[in-house]
């Protein structure tokens, strides 16, 4: 028994306690820690039972990983366009996409702000259709009274360094629907019944349903356990800088710049700060011109119907916001140690560009 009392392994004191604060703070039924995003969205579309031949719906403007974990399960995926207004999905384009094949929509919150959650989950339930929040980035968000992760029957976070809290890499899944809930714990455990054989249930654990190794060891989570003592302090001064570039470059709203908007019901948890430029060209120039200020913007998603593995298979039609986002949004620094005057700094070299 050496195997369960070794404190380095996963599923010991720092994981539980890393799992007992997300549960307690988010109002989230049952969270399991993982070692990325990417793998909590393979562990969803196995839980979903995705086929051969499924439909998934989820926007074209998004992180591989989200149409990865269901093309892997043979999936067909269905893109849909962002909004014109913003980045996130064009709500008002999901419904025409479902087909008597639809199995599930994925609904990804950018930057660190909800989707129209109102309408997705009416369409998911008018057409029983599974609800899979892709919340990379969105820790700490709410979407009226409910924080993100916890609307959809699954939820999927990322603790990759580049997200406002990390452990180098690292993520977790939400099981909402309690369904899923018994095969969560044997899926995360290797295809085994090992969490009922150490509560007792069980005298031996064995092979029970296919599985995954998901755990992250004790080294990220003790480090991530430090990070999220830290959550509430970390965003707040993410959002004042947040704020502060939002404040200063409004006056590029009437050059017809595209900032920010925070969709209907959603708060803001500062992950990321965007501009849309008029142009792919003007866009490009504008990242040059702030690395010739030694100041690192830089792009985004690149829309995945577009991709080179995707763009053969693809037969929908044209989704020019993705499209769009894809060649003309670029993010500006926002990480903890940035001052504001460094941001203010940024954004008077912002201005001098557009001014020229
Ligand atoms: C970061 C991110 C992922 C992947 O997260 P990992 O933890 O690196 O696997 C997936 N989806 C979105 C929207 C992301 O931003």
Redesign the pocket.
Known sequence: MAMETEMLTGDTYFSQACESFLEKKYNFPKVFLTN????A?EMAAVLIDIKEGDEVIMPSY??V??ANAFALRGAKIIFADSREDHPQVDESKLEKLVTKRTKAIVA?H?AGFACNMNRIKEISEKHQLMLIE?A??SIGVFYENSSLGSIGDIACF???E??NIHCG???FIVINNPAFLKRAEILKNKGTNRSAFIRGEVNKYEWVDLGFSSSPSALASSFLLAQMENIDLVESKRKQLWEAYYKKLSCLKEKEIQLPVIPQGSSNNGHIFYLVCRSETERNKLIDYLKDQEIHSVFHYQALHASPYFKERYTGEKLPNAERYTGCLLRLPLFFDLTPSEVDYICDKVIDFFSK
């Open positions: 990325s995003c990417t793998i969205l998004t992180y990983s989200t990804v950018y892709d990379a980035q990322s603790f990759h580049t997200k890499e690292g993520g």
